[in-house]
């Protein structure tokens, strides 16, 4: 497989990959906690104000916690999309929340 990397000059740089990628381990131990940071997905086709009322695709927004969970991370919940001043208020942070803990 080839990748395009940027290089100087604003040019890019075609660099052919080799070897077979890391697989990931399930499940896996680690000596210290790994903590993502895992924001929500929005869903694209809703008709809303993405700052006063976002719309978010709470299905894939949870598939994508359960992939990272899966993974062995674990997720620091609503902290970082509540926090930024994204527009996500507390009542979606905490929606957030009860279906992470369910």
Same mark, same amino acid.
């Given at each position: 497989?080839?990748?395009?990397? &940027?290089?100087? %000059?604003?040019?890019?740089?075609?660099?052919?990959? @080799?070897? #077979? &990628?890391? #697989? &990931?381990?399930?499940?896996?131990?680690?000596?210290?906690?790994?903590?993502?940071?895992?924001?929500? @997905?929005?869903?694209?086709?809703?008709?809303?104000? &993405?700052?006063?009322?976002?719309?978010?695709?709470?299905?894939?927004?949870?598939?994508?916690?359960?992939?990272?969970?899966?993974?062995?991370?674990?997720?620091?919940?609503?902290?970082?999309?509540? #926090?930024? %001043?994204?527009?996500?208020?507390?009542?979606?942070?905490?929606?957030?929340?009860?279906?992470?803990?369910?």
């Amino acid at each position: 497989m080839d990748i395009a990397l &940027p290089g100087a %000059g604003g040019r890019s740089i075609r660099y052919r990959l @080799v070897g #077979q &990628p890391a #697989q &990931p381990v399930i499940g896996a131990r680690f000596s210290r906690i790994a903590y993502a940071a895992a924001h929500v @997905v929005a869903d694209p086709l809703a008709m809303a104000d &993405p700052w006063s009322h976002p719309a978010v695709d709470w299905e894939r927004t949870m598939a994508f916690r359960h992939h990272l969970w899966r993974l062995g991370f674990h997720v620091a919940e609503a902290m970082d999309t509540s #926090q930024r %001043g994204m527009g996500f208020d507390w009542t979606n942070a905490r929606e957030l929340i009860r279906r992470s803990i369910a």
